[in-house]
């Protein structure tokens, strides 16, 4: 599976959002089940997340490597870079599993690897 290297910024949902659960609630769930990262200068703490992340774009799937978490968002090293919104999945210690949809702001390359860092925008189910 491979993400497509297209600049759209089209994610087509498969599911509904969440109603009630908010990304906050979900977040929470995930982040008291991970120990915190450190000494962090950013405003929301963020949590090292050494599982896969299952990253959908342009309904193709890839798994990644996760690097941190936080309130807002989720870092993770991919082959190459990503642009635009995409489906984040990620899985609590426990067995939960959470969808995100979010906004790449960040691709930087770190030797053969992209760091990359997405803003959630929306939990969906």
Do not use: W
Not at 17 to 26: K, L, R, S, Y
Not at 27 to 34: A, F, G
Not at 43 to 57: F, I, L, P
Not at 67 to 93: A, E, M
């Amino acid at each position: 599976m491979s993400l497509s290297s297209s600049t759209s910024e089209s994610v087509r949902l498969s599911t509904s959002p969440v109603g009630p659960e908010t990304i906050a609630t979900a977040v929470d769930n995930l982040l008291s089940q991970l120990p915190t990262a450190g000494m962090e200068l950013r405003t929301e703490d963020r949590h090292a997340y050494s599982r896969q992340v299952q990253v959908t774009k342009d309904n193709k799937t890839e798994l990644c490597a996760g690097k941190d978490l936080s309130h807002g968002g989720v870092g993770f090293l991919h082959t190459r870079p990503i642009l635009g919104n995409v489906i984040v999945g990620l899985t609590s210690p426990n067995g939960d599993f959470y969808r995100f949809l979010a906004e790449v702001v960040r691709a930087r390359q770190v030797g053969r690897f992209y760091e990359i860092g997405a803003r959630f925008l929306e939990r969906i189910s």
